[in-house]
């Protein structure tokens, strides 16, 4: 990290007396001529301006602190404010008897008033009359608003009288809260004073509850509209929750409940604990130093630290690479960090500052009954006490017995209590009394898990817990992972955050209310035997990220860890570690693999090996999924997961090990006899084509289903191709089924002509039946993630009709066009590529990672049939920036691509193509053909 600097005079930035001389001088020489004046000064203002701010900013790339620069680039502001002003009322506006009315005073307001600017903040000015306006006050405030405007300020201001400021601040909580900041610049001293004397006595004044509400309403609305996690990888440094606005909602209250006194003072009330005061000091410079680096970077007032700036305000701020932490990733963390701390110190300064003139109602510190005092009970639990709808403690219990730091927690939780903002504190104040002695506690452990599995609302409890440190302190495993965040675009939140969402969707699960959402897992969490294990493993899962030898393992070790120090016996303990290291399997499987395919659910089936693992597993799978981020799950996730399940009971009810493939078949065979016969019974005409399609066709899609199918298929025969499109809600997609004479580039074709409809495919399914009709499946979105053509039925239909001519050989307009990645370009995505002749009993696997875009299926599909390859099956996902398409294909002769030369030529096609060697220079494309033609050799 930079060495911080002693802080700087602002004389030696800006000199106001020697500013103000060369601004009388450029009138003088220029006397006569106003345009010539104006010009002048302007370009005077504008190079004090300048040298202020790189001045600034050179201090701050040297270490200077957030606070310091914030007040610099303020102080400089000042100065050529107030000189302006000088210069205008001197030198061209000049009342040389001015009149009662002609006074005028200057005022800074809102933030800006604070004394606190970033480089592109908005500057907010109050010019105070006595009374109405008058030509020259008129003509003062046209001038120099004008002048500030050229000067590059973004200015937002106001002309009032004294009255008028008070009235209007009775009315409107934003004027109020500016005029509460006030602090006058230049210009009439006795009308500033008079301002600010006469708002703190007639609105002020005993009205300290009703702005106290008013402040912390405005607190909760604006974080739901920024997004109500503090934890959002992409945060709003100003108004996201854990932000400045957050710090200065406290200076407002601290201001309005003790006027007159500065921040400084307040802060050294006894109610404050040094620690505490620190780490709000703390929170304020950092959170000041990055808002100004990110003004700096960008030229503009930006408050959104998004990822494609994160990696370059981590190397200004003097972050570099540790071990396997990068640079990007550790500046982040600490941001998140100091937005925990935020958030706590915001829960509690608010509360006692408030709490000094009103008592809180129930339920958290946004309600307030005024005027009305709140009786403290005694609880049946010894030292606890309930007020005002929140739970207190005497701290002298956490010094006698430690583990009570933990049943606060699960009194609040059991009761349904907030919890107060002392013991909160007290709380915080005492986490060095968990020691490895009280890890390994019994007692401990049973209380801890009480709240995890059997909690009322264990998100929220153990949320409180972290924000208090007690969790990280208890389960060091745990505190590993606090505000840790991953540097891509798929996921949405820190890996602490994550986690505690997944906790909350498996209660949610077990208590029933996400049945529509999640039928089979709702189904099945009655018949988990084991739920501590199944809450331990999601509260873990995440904790081997960065460890040593992959996430998986580090997890598994990390769980045994912490299942041993728990006091669990050896089979929980090794179920848990289990579930942590194999997290991921059921997902990959599903959404990399063809689930009809017995080698694959005979894989999954060895790995997963007992019912009540493959449950624990879906619950697991389906809550780390949600929780990931807006939008991450959907329909289609959904029924991956319950076909993959299905099949997979049906080898453990038929079968086991080395059986499983033949259990598989034996499963597919009957539920394909089954459909076949009712196909037959519902349409006779079907009853052919029904019985050439292979019986893994029959085990994917519902009798209703098939029989549109078999429709299609007979008007593709007559038409010579036939595509038909629907809107799929519980998919969250659009299902697009295109019927036709199988052929070579077949699924190529379909996949151009999907990209040049502008759709986008999330899933694919390809079946060719033994008469050589293929029929192929496409699940696609519009770039909202939105179903493809829900808004219009017409683009859905278009999307078809140009299937259908694709199908047929017809030509299918493209345009090439070099992408403009946006955010995305901020990763470095390496490209990946693994072939794998284990996977499946009769295709090679193909799997290919790269950056995702659009047309980047077809690009692949291209690639592999170019090198004489059929594509039998189809599985994509994305990861945020990265997509991955895994790809099922067999050689001209249906058998496995065996040839090494062959395979490696292969990768390297395939490789050229995730790094869009078509729009790269003709060397790029050249290595694609010689690549593509060594495979088809």
């Known amino acids: 990290?930079?060495?911080?600097?002693?802080?700087?005079?602002?004389?030696?930035?800006?000199?106001?007396?020697?500013?103000?001389?060369?601004?009388?001088?450029?009138?003088?020489?220029?006397?006569?001529?106003?345009?010539?004046?104006?010009?002048?000064?302007?370009?005077?203002?504008?190079?004090?301006?300048?040298?202020?701010?790189?001045?600034?900013?050179?201090?701050?790339?040297?270490?200077?602190?957030?606070?310091?620069?914030?007040?610099?680039?303020?102080?400089?502001?000042?100065?050529?404010?107030?000189?302006?002003?000088?210069?205008?009322?001197?030198?061209?506006?000049?009342?040389?008897?001015?009149?009662?009315?002609?006074?005028?005073?200057?005022?800074?307001?809102?933030?800006?008033?604070?004394g606190t600017l970033a480089p592109y903040s908005d500057i907010d000015l109050l010019f105070v009359r006595p009374y109405k306006q008058t030509a020259h006050a008129e003509s003062v405030i046209e001038y120099m608003l004008y002048a500030l405007w050229d000067l590059g300020f973004k200015v937002g201001h106001a002309s009032r009288t004294v009255e008028e400021c008070l009235k209007l601040s009775r009315e409107d909580y934003t004027i109020r809260t500016s005029i509460l900041e006030a602090r006058?610049?230049?210009?009439?001293?006795?009308?500033?004073?008079?301002?600010?004397?006469?708002?703190?006595?007639?609105?002020?004044?005993?009205?300290?509850?009703?702005?106290?509400?008013?402040?912390?309403?405005?607190?909760?609305?604006?974080?739901?509209?920024?997004?109500?996690?503090?934890?959002?990888?992409?945060?709003?440094?100003?108004?996201?929750?854990?932000?400045?606005?957050?710090?200065?909602?406290?200076?407002?209250?601290?201001?309005?409940?003790?006027?007159?006194?500065t921040m400084e003072r307040v802060m050294q009330l006894e109610m404050f604990d040094r620690r505490e005061v620190r780490a709000f000091i703390v929170a304020f410079d950092f959170l000041w130093a990055v808002r100004s680096h990110l003004h700096f970077t960008t030229g503009r007032p930006e408050e959104r630290l998004s990822f494609d700036l994160q990696p370059e305000i981590a190397r200004r701020m003097g972050y570099g690479d540790r071990g396997d932490a990068p640079a990007v990733e550790r500046f982040m963390r600490r941001y998140f960090l100091i937005a925990k701390d935020v958030g706590a110190l915001t829960r509690v300064f608010a509360a006692k500052l408030e709490a000094e003139q009103m008592k809180m109602a129930p339920k958290g510190i946004s309600r307030f009954i005024p005027n009305r005092k709140v009786k403290r009970k005694p609880l049946d639990e010894p030292g606890f006490s309930e007020e005002g709808g929140r739970l207190d403690v005497d701290p002298e219990l956490f010094r006698q017995d430690p583990v009570n730091l933990l049943r606060l927690f699960r009194i609040a939780d059991q009761r349904n209590l907030d919890l107060h903002p002392?013991?909160?504190t007290a709380a915080s104040r005492n986490i060095n009394l968990i020691t490895s002695a009280v890890r390994r506690d019994g007692h401990a452990a049973r209380v801890f898990l009480d709240i995890l599995a059997r909690g009322r609302d264990p998100r929220t409890t153990l949320t409180l817990m972290n924000e208090a440190g007690v969790l990280g302190r208890y389960l060091p495993e745990w505190g590993r992972i606090v505000a840790q965040m991953q540097f891509n675009m798929y996921h949405s939140y820190t890996v602490d955050e994550h986690t505690l969402r997944a906790v909350g969707v498996i209660a949610d699960i077990a208590a029933g209310r996400l049945t529509e959402d999640h039928p089979l897992a709702t189904q099945i969490m009655p018949l988990i035997a084991d739920r501590e294990a199944l809450f331990l493993a999601m509260l873990l899962h995440d904790t081997g990220k960065g460890g040593a030898g992959?996430?998986?393992?580090?997890?598994?070790?990390?769980?045994?860890?912490?299942?041993?120090?728990?006091?669990?016996?050896?089979?929980?303990?090794?179920?848990?570690?289990?579930?942590?290291?194999?997290?991921?399997?059921?997902?990959?499987?599903?959404?990399?693999?063809?689930?009809?395919?017995?080698?694959?659910?005979?894989?999954?089936?060895?790995?997963?090996?007992?019912?009540?693992?493959?449950?624990?597993?879906?619950?697991?799978?389906?809550?780390?999924?949600?929780?990931?981020?807006p939008g991450v799950w959907n329909g289609w996730k959904g029924q991956l997961m319950r076909e993959l399940y299905n099949a997979t009971e049906a080898v453990f009810r038929g079968g086991r090990g080395s059986d499983a493939a033949a259990a598989l078949r034996r499963y597919q065979e009957n539920a394909a006899y089954d459909a076949r016969v009712r196909l037959a019974?519902?349409?006779?005409?079907?009853?052919?084509?029904?019985?050439?399609?292979?019986?893994?066709?029959?085990?994917?899609?519902?009798?209703?289903?098939?029989?549109?199918?078999?429709?299609?298929?007979?008007?593709?025969?007559?038409?010579?191709?036939?595509?038909?499109?629907?809107?799929?809600?519980?998919?969250?997609?659009?299902?697009?089924?295109?019927?036709?004479?199988?052929?070579?580039?077949?699924?190529?074709?379909?996949?151009?002509?999907?990209?040049?409809?502008?759709?986008?495919?999330?899933?694919?399914?390809?079946?060719?039946?033994?008469?050589?009709?293929?029929?192929?499946?496409?699940?696609?979105?519009?770039?909202?993630?939105?179903?493809?053509?829900?808004?219009?039925?017409?683009?859905?239909?278009?999307?078809?009709?140009?299937?259908?001519?694709?199908?047929?050989g017809e030509p299918t307009p493209q345009e090439r066009r070099r992408q403009d990645l946006g955010r995305a370009a901020a990763f470095a995505i390496t490209p990946t590529v693994m072939l794998d002749n284990e996977a499946s009993e009769t295709a090679t696997v193909v799997e290919a990672s790269g950056r995702d875009r659009t047309g980047l299926l077809a690009g692949l599909a291209r690639t592999l049939s170019d090198t004489g390859l059929q594509i039998t099956s189809a599985h994509i996902d994305s990861y945020g920036e990265r997509a991955v398409d895994a790809f099922y294909v067999v050689d001209a002769a249906g058998q496995k691509l065996t040839d090494a030369r062959k395979g490696n030529a292969l990768k390297t096609a395939l490789l050229t193509t995730l790094n869009d060697a078509e729009s790269e220079p003709a060397g790029a494309r050249r290595t694609l053909q010689r690549a593509r033609a060594s495979v088809a050799r």
């Open 184 to 261: 006058r610049l230049t210009g009439d001293e006795r009308l500033a004073a008079e301002l600010v004397r006469r708002f703190r006595d007639e609105v002020v004044r005993g009205t300290g509850a009703e702005f106290v509400a008013a402040k912390l309403k405005e607190r909760d609305e604006r974080h739901a509209r920024a997004g109500a996690s503090r934890y959002m990888v992409e945060p709003n440094l100003k108004e996201g929750k854990g932000g400045l606005r957050d710090l200065n909602t406290l200076f407002w209250i601290a201001q309005y409940l003790h006027p007159g006194e």
């Open 681 to 808: 019974k519902a349409d006779r005409a079907a009853e052919s084509w029904g019985d050439a399609m292979e019986d893994a066709y029959f085990t994917a899609f519902s009798d209703e289903e098939v029989l549109i199918h078999a429709r299609l298929a007979r008007a593709a025969k007559a038409a010579g191709s036939a595509a038909e499109g629907r809107v799929r809600p519980d998919l969250n997609a659009s299902e697009v089924v295109v019927a036709a004479a199988d052929r070579p580039r077949l699924f190529v074709d379909l996949a151009e002509a999907i990209t040049g409809a502008g759709a986008s495919v999330m899933g694919a399914r390809v079946f060719t039946s033994r008469s050589g009709q293929a029929l192929d499946i496409f699940y696609v979105q519009d770039v909202t993630g939105a179903p493809f053509g829900a808004d219009d039925p017409r683009t859905l239909q278009r999307l078809a009709d140009a299937l259908a001519g694709a199908a047929r």
């Open 550 to 629: 992959g996430q998986e393992v580090a997890g598994a070790r990390a769980a045994r860890q912490a299942g041993e120090r728990l006091g669990l016996d050896r089979s929980k303990i090794e179920l848990v570690a289990w579930l942590v290291e194999h997290h991921l399997v059921m997902s990959d499987f599903a959404q990399k693999r063809d689930v009809s395919d017995p080698r694959t659910v005979a894989d999954f089936a060895r790995i997963v090996q007992t019912p009540e693992r493959l449950r624990l597993l879906l619950v697991l799978t389906v809550a780390d999924i949600r929780a990931v981020g």
């Open 1 to 114: 990290m930079p060495t911080r600097l002693k802080p700087t005079r602002l004389e030696y930035v800006v000199d106001g007396v020697k500013l103000r001389s060369q601004l009388s001088t450029a009138a003088l020489e220029n006397l006569g001529d106003e345009q010539a004046q104006r010009k002048a000064a302007l370009d005077i203002l504008k190079a004090a301006l300048f040298r202020g701010r790189m001045i600034a900013k050179e201090r701050l790339e040297n270490g200077a602190g957030g606070i310091e620069t914030a007040r610099l680039l303020s102080g400089v502001t000042d100065e050529v404010i107030s000189a302006l002003y000088d210069f205008t009322t001197v030198h061209i506006f000049r009342a040389r008897n001015p009149t009662e009315g002609e006074r005028l005073a200057l005022m800074a307001v809102g933030g800006y008033g604070r």
């Open 422 to 424: 002392d013991a909160f």
